[in-house]
């Protein structure tokens, strides 16, 4: 919006010209005792471990805590959900939903969903992220935006009256991840599927494809 508004139509450089975004499944027992209750003083709380939220995405500042001080454990590679080129995209480029279908690297509890994000110059040699061992050693950056955290349960064994079922992944298993955009891009939501069935390709083709795609009807509405 402020480069359709305050900048010329051409010779206009803007910075950070690409960015990412990615999701990270973390295990992390620190995570899970900041997000759960036991007991106190004898009396069993975990009861209402049945009101956990586990749709929204929360950022690690919001829980008073930097990420990168917590004990945790990547179970798979970081995926990338959404490419961005800031000068030549606009409102609109993201899809409702993205399929993406990757393999487990480390058995595990999958207790969150970790996402950060990666802005390039022109070409890719400058790099800022928010991944948390880009930001160990950087405290202001944690504090301006930190990591966003949702929690994750394992919907398929949900029982009834149940509190949230711990998503437990093996080594070398395949699952989906699946990204919901909000129409304004301002919020997004996740959830993991199992794959049951071999799959050669994502359902759909990857972020920088997609954005290419938008970009060329773009032009061609214009």
């Known amino acids: 919006d402020a480069r359709r508004r305050l900048c010329k139509p051409k010779g206009v450089t803007v910075v950070p010209e690409q960015g990412?975004?990615?999701?990270?499944?973390?295990?992390?027992?620190?995570?899970?005792?900041?997000?759960s209750v036991k007991c106190w003083e004898g009396i069993d709380l975990r009861w209402?471990?049945?009101?956990?939220?586990t749709t929204s995405m929360v950022f690690t500042k919001q829980y008073g805590f930097r990420f990168s001080s917590c004990e945790y454990r990547g179970l798979a590679d970081k995926q990338g959900v959404l490419s961005v080129d800031f000068g030549a995209d606009a409102v609109g480029i993201w899809r409702t939903e993205r399929r993406v279908r990757f393999q487990v690297r480390e058995s595990g509890t999958v207790h969150a969903i970790m996402a950060s994000w990666e802005v390039y110059a022109s070409d890719k040699a400058l790099v800022m992220s928010t991944h948390p061992d880009a930001t160990l050693h950087n405290f202001p950056r944690d504090m301006q935006w930190g990591q966003g955290l949702q929690l994750?349960?394992?919907m398929e064994s949900q029982g009834q009256g149940d509190g949230p079922t711990p998503y437990i992944v093996s080594e070398g298993e395949w699952l989906w991840l699946v990204t919901r955009y909000s129409k304004d891009g301002v919020t997004m939501q996740f959830q993991l599927e199992r794959a049951t069935?071999?799959?050669?390709?994502?359902?759909?083709?990857?972020?920088?494809?997609?954005?290419?795609?938008?970009v060329a009807a773009r032009a061609a509405s214009d």
């Open 152 to 154: 994750i349960e394992d």
């Open 20 to 35: 990412c975004q990615f999701a990270s499944l973390v295990q992390s027992a620190d995570i899970n005792s900041i997000t």
């Open 197 to 214: 069935e071999p799959v050669d390709e994502a359902v759909e083709p990857p972020a920088d494809e997609a954005m290419a795609e938008a």
């Open 48 to 53: 209402f471990n049945t009101l956990q939220d």
